[in-house]
């Protein structure tokens, strides 16, 4: 009786024993096969940029330079790349972007045409909504990590007296272009003083004066 | 004995003074590099490190000099007759270096004597009402007497919407001045994009060390 039950638990721990051998190596395969993807995925996207690509609506088909990509996330090497999406009954929607360590999001909008794409349109107003506001939101951080006095507009000072605002020249474009505004000639200064007081180059910057109509007719802000 | 201890001592001497000149010869390489230099119309030029106050000073001819590598060197030149003095900076990264000074402010101002009249007519020309609404100051000749930047001052009140100080930038090429900028408040590459940065930006320097006594800014 005492040798069947001591057969039984050595029987037992033999059985545990494999279990625990056969856990150990599936943690070991997946440790491995987990450090083998990292690997792989770091070289395929070692010096490229992930871009998160979305259309709407989101069975457009995507190119990219005119070769056919799946939305979501791909990865670019820096470079200035051309990205459509089509859709039969809306418009083609374009986008330019220099992709570069700070760009990382297209939206592609696509406007209805046909009676049936505007239904469907009026419909899925949201999700127009959704990309266009996560577009804005993407391009506004952009601009302002690359133009750093951005993120400190607007700007007011009543004694200048002057405001310092920003907008952009189009809609979709990621040029800013600075309005100084509610200004008298003195206040105009301090303004371009205030603004290189921040480190920037006025050179680099283009500027509107609101309150200002060259007298010599030969400023064209 | 004693004989072989004296002869030892001598040789640990020598060991730790071979090996304290090797170990700073090697140091003194490693921790430093060399900056190429080309130097025109300067008589000599010192070195100095940032916020240091020794300088070595050298002669115009020298090519190069050794300086410690992630320092910055403040380089001050002393121009040959006609030329100004100047000083650059040698950051971590500047491998070469040009010394070429500008013509003296005293050699400049000859040469703005004799061509303010050309320039006057120019500004003048640049733009409309400029002779009655503004008065033109005197300004600067800078880059070897090619490029003038002046202000024109308002005439009329303080109070009048646009009473701004402008500013304009004068080049003279093949003998005969022309407004690259005409008068404004300010320029940027955006707005003239034909005109060199260079210049552009030496009319915005102009325009915040030229402010006027009205314009006066309180940040100062």
Request: hydrophobic share 35%.
């Given at each position: 009786m005492v040798q069947r039950i001591l057969d039984t638990s050595g029987e037992a721990m033999q059985y545990y024993k494999k279990q625990l051998r056969v856990l150990v190596g599936a943690v070991l395969l997946l440790v491995v096969l987990l450090t083998a993807l990292g690997i792989y995925n770091s070289i395929m996207h070692s010096g490229k940029i992930g871009v998160e690509i979305q259309a709407v609506p989101g069975d457009a088909q995507i190119s990219l330079n005119g070769k056919q990509v799946s939305s979501g996330k791909i990865y670019l090497k820096a470079g200035t790349y051309t990205f459509t999406a089509t859709k039969q009954g809306f418009d083609k929607s374009t986008a330019d972007l220099d992709v570069s360590s700070s760009h990382h999001y297209v939206g592609l909008l696509l406007n209805p045409v046909s009676d049936e794409a505007k239904k469907w349109a009026t419909d899925n107003q949201a999700r127009y909504e959704k990309v266009g506001s996560q577009m804005a939101d993407v391009r506004a951080t952009v601009v302002e990590k690359e133009n750093p006095l951005l993120a400190k507009l607007p700007y007011i000072d009543v004694m200048g007296p002057f405001s310092i605002d920003y907008t952009f020249?189009?809609?979709?474009?990621?040029t800013p272009y600075i309005i100084i505004k509610n200004s008298t000639s003195a206040g105009r200064v301090r303004a371009l003083q205030w603004i290189r007081n921040q480190?920037?180059?006025?050179?680099?910057l283009t500027i509107?004066?609101?309150?200002?109509?060259?007298p010599t007719n030969q400023g064209d802000y | 004995m004693f004989q072989n201890h004296r002869k030892l001592i001598r040789y640990i001497i020598v060991g730790v003074l071979v090996v304290g000149i090797v170990s700073s010869v090697i140091t003194y390489f490693v921790s430093t590099r060399t900056v190429a230099i080309t130097s025109k119309n300067s008589t000599s030029f010192s070195l100095s490190e940032q916020d240091k106050k020794t300088s070595r000073q050298m002669a115009a001819t020298k090519t190069s000099v050794r300086i410690k590598k992630g320092k910055t060197y403040i380089l001050s030149y002393v121009g040959a007759s006609g030329y100004a003095n100047g000083e650059m900076t040698i950051t971590p990264t500047t491998e070469t270096i040009t010394i070429n000074p500008d013509y003296s402010t005293e050699k400049l101002n000859k040469m703005l004597d004799a061509d303010i009249t050309a320039i006057n007519t120019t500004i003048t020309a640049s733009g409309t009402s400029i002779d009655t609404l503004y008065t033109i100051q005197r300004g600067e000749l800078s880059h070897y007497g090619e490029w003038y930047f002046t202000t024109l001052m308002y005439n009329?009140?303080?109070?009048?919407?646009?009473?701004d100080t402008l500013v304009v930038g004068l080049q003279k090429k093949g003998g005969v001045w022309t407004?690259?900028?005409?008068?404004?408040i300010i320029f940027t590459t955006s707005t003239y994009p034909t005109v060199s940065r260079d210049f552009i930006e030496a009319a915005n320097e102009y325009q915040s060390n030229h402010v006027s006594p009205r314009e006066e800014s309180y940040y100062q």
């Amino acid at each position: 009786m005492v040798q069947r039950i001591l057969d039984t638990s050595g029987e037992a721990m033999q059985y545990y024993k494999k279990q625990l051998r056969v856990l150990v190596g599936a943690v070991l395969l997946l440790v491995v096969l987990l450090t083998a993807l990292g690997i792989y995925n770091s070289i395929m996207h070692s010096g490229k940029i992930g871009v998160e690509i979305q259309a709407v609506p989101g069975d457009a088909q995507i190119s990219l330079n005119g070769k056919q990509v799946s939305s979501g996330k791909i990865y670019l090497k820096a470079g200035t790349y051309t990205f459509t999406a089509t859709k039969q009954g809306f418009d083609k929607s374009t986008a330019d972007l220099d992709v570069s360590s700070s760009h990382h999001y297209v939206g592609l909008l696509l406007n209805p045409v046909s009676d049936e794409a505007k239904k469907w349109a009026t419909d899925n107003q949201a999700r127009y909504e959704k990309v266009g506001s996560q577009m804005a939101d993407v391009r506004a951080t952009v601009v302002e990590k690359e133009n750093p006095l951005l993120a400190k507009l607007p700007y007011i000072d009543v004694m200048g007296p002057f405001s310092i605002d920003y907008t952009f020249s189009s809609e979709g474009s990621s040029t800013p272009y600075i309005i100084i505004k509610n200004s008298t000639s003195a206040g105009r200064v301090r303004a371009l003083q205030w603004i290189r007081n921040q480190g920037v180059d006025l050179a680099d910057l283009t500027i509107q004066f609101n309150d200002f109509d060259n007298p010599t007719n030969q400023g064209d802000y | 004995m004693f004989q072989n201890h004296r002869k030892l001592i001598r040789y640990i001497i020598v060991g730790v003074l071979v090996v304290g000149i090797v170990s700073s010869v090697i140091t003194y390489f490693v921790s430093t590099r060399t900056v190429a230099i080309t130097s025109k119309n300067s008589t000599s030029f010192s070195l100095s490190e940032q916020d240091k106050k020794t300088s070595r000073q050298m002669a115009a001819t020298k090519t190069s000099v050794r300086i410690k590598k992630g320092k910055t060197y403040i380089l001050s030149y002393v121009g040959a007759s006609g030329y100004a003095n100047g000083e650059m900076t040698i950051t971590p990264t500047t491998e070469t270096i040009t010394i070429n000074p500008d013509y003296s402010t005293e050699k400049l101002n000859k040469m703005l004597d004799a061509d303010i009249t050309a320039i006057n007519t120019t500004i003048t020309a640049s733009g409309t009402s400029i002779d009655t609404l503004y008065t033109i100051q005197r300004g600067e000749l800078s880059h070897y007497g090619e490029w003038y930047f002046t202000t024109l001052m308002y005439n009329g009140s303080a109070e009048d919407a646009s009473s701004d100080t402008l500013v304009v930038g004068l080049q003279k090429k093949g003998g005969v001045w022309t407004a690259i900028l005409t008068p404004n408040i300010i320029f940027t590459t955006s707005t003239y994009p034909t005109v060199s940065r260079d210049f552009i930006e030496a009319a915005n320097e102009y325009q915040s060390n030229h402010v006027s006594p009205r314009e006066e800014s309180y940040y100062q």
